[in-house]
């Protein structure tokens, strides 16, 4: 009897552990879901945006979800590109801005009586 009742606990035991385990997948897998469904939506107003209409007309192509979503990848590829490679040059350009317009506020009170 007593063999029979701890095989018995032991069963419900494994049970509620494997349900728990299935139980907290399942939730896993639906919030992932959920996030893939909230990263398609589109933005608001995307088939009126200036710089996609622009890029479109130029690659000659309809507004679709798919094109704004090529638009967007590409774009997102380009400012990354973009930040990496001209931030140093614009740093060197703005010092050397900065020191022309020292120059000349010298010069131009050194002209004046």
């Given at each position: ?5 701890g095989?018995?606990?032991?069963a419900l035991?494994l049970?509620a552990?494997?349900g728990?385990?299935?139980v ?6 639906m919030?992932?879901?959920s996030s ?5 939506v ?6 009126y945006?200036?710089?996609?209409t622009?890029?479109?007309t130029?690659n000659g192509l ?8 090529k638009y967007?990848?590409e ?7 973009d930040?990496g490679?001209y ?6 350009l ?5 020191d022309?317009?020292?120059?000349i506020e ?8």
């Amino acid at each position: 009897m007593r063999k029979n009742l701890g095989h018995s606990l032991l069963a419900l035991l494994l049970a509620a552990v494997l349900g728990t385990g299935l139980v907290m997948g399942a939730d896993a897998a639906m919030s992932a879901r959920s996030s893939r469904r909230r990263r398609n939506v589109l933005p608001v107003g995307w088939m009126y945006d200036m710089r996609y209409t622009v890029w479109r007309t130029r690659n000659g192509l309809s507004a679709t979800p798919q094109t704004w979503k090529k638009y967007a990848r590409e774009r997102d590829r380009f400012t990354r590109r973009d930040r990496g490679i001209y931030s140093p040059l614009l740093d060197t350009l703005d010092g050397a801005v900065e020191d022309i317009s020292a120059i000349i506020e010298a010069q131009g009170s050194a002209l004046l009586p």
